[in-house]
């Protein structure tokens, strides 16, 4: 069965330092790959996504994503993190057939400090 | 673009007690999904609707849980009795396209307290 595991619940880092987050997934194939971010109170909005192509995928507010086929990794990262960055982070997987849903991982809660 | 939307944002009820939620997705999108988010993990679906037929329901509690998209837009679910453990935030989400590649969007979701 699809899974994810996103190793870290809770994540703390300094304003302006790097920033990753790891998750890895269970599939028998390569599925389409995503990240959302989650504020208090808020629906998940979408940070990027993977279907094929270029294994570093660009996404908004300066994330960005790498996919490692060999590590069934899909780490992401930011450079420079941002206070209003803090927020909870879901990597999630759709598997490559007709179908759709997103099997979510357990999320990462990241907190920045100043 | 009008976003998902959902109704009510919170709810409140006691066990054995039954709760319905709305969900409108965005104009166009055919498919329609269900998602129950208990707090510490990530979402997990309930159902997922295309058009008004439903492709997964595999994972929804039918002895208590139930969803219709009557006409192919809006959509309800209902849980019937409710049990502390359906304390969540069920999150209504769409999509243009059924397959894997399709984004989805989410609406806000509604926070259910059962007591």
């Known amino acids: 069965a699809q899974s994810v595991t996103q190793p870290d619940i809770h994540i703390t880092v300094s304003e302006g330092a790097s920033l990753e987050l790891r998750c890895n997934y269970s599939y028998g194939a390569t599925p389409y790959l995503f990240w959302y971010v989650q504020s208090p109170g808020q629906g998940l909005q979408l940070l990027l996504k993977y279907f094929s192509g270029d294994t570093l995928v660009q996404g908004i507010k300066g994330f960005e994503a790498e996919f490692k086929r060999s590590q069934s990794s899909f780490n992401l990262r930011k450079p420079s993190v941002h206070w209003s960055d803090a927020a909870e982070y879901f990597c999630?997987?759709?598997?490559?057939?007709?179908?759709?849903?997103?099997?979510f991982g357990q999320g990462t809660e990241l907190s920045v400090k100043p | 673009e009008a976003g998902v939307a959902q109704s009510p944002r919170y709810k409140i009820i006691e066990k054995r007690q039954s709760v319905a939620f709305w969900c409108n997705p965005i104009s166009g999108h055919a498919t329609l999904y269900w998602y129950q988010q208990i707090l510490g993990q990530g979402p997990k679906l309930l159902i997922q609707?295309?058009?008004?037929?439903?492709?997964?329901d595999s994972q929804l509690p039918k002895d208590r849980f139930s969803a219709e998209r009557l006409k192919g837009v809006d959509s309800t679910l209902k849980i019937q009795p409710a049990k502390l453990e359906d304390s969540a935030v069920y999150l209504c989400a769409s999509s243009f396209r059924t397959s894997g590649s399709g984004e989805q969007y989410f609406g806000p979701g509604t926070r259910l307290t059962v007591t």
């Open positions: 609707f295309q058009n008004n037929g439903v492709v997964d």
């Open positions: 999630a997987v759709a598997p490559g057939y007709q179908g759709g849903k997103l099997i």
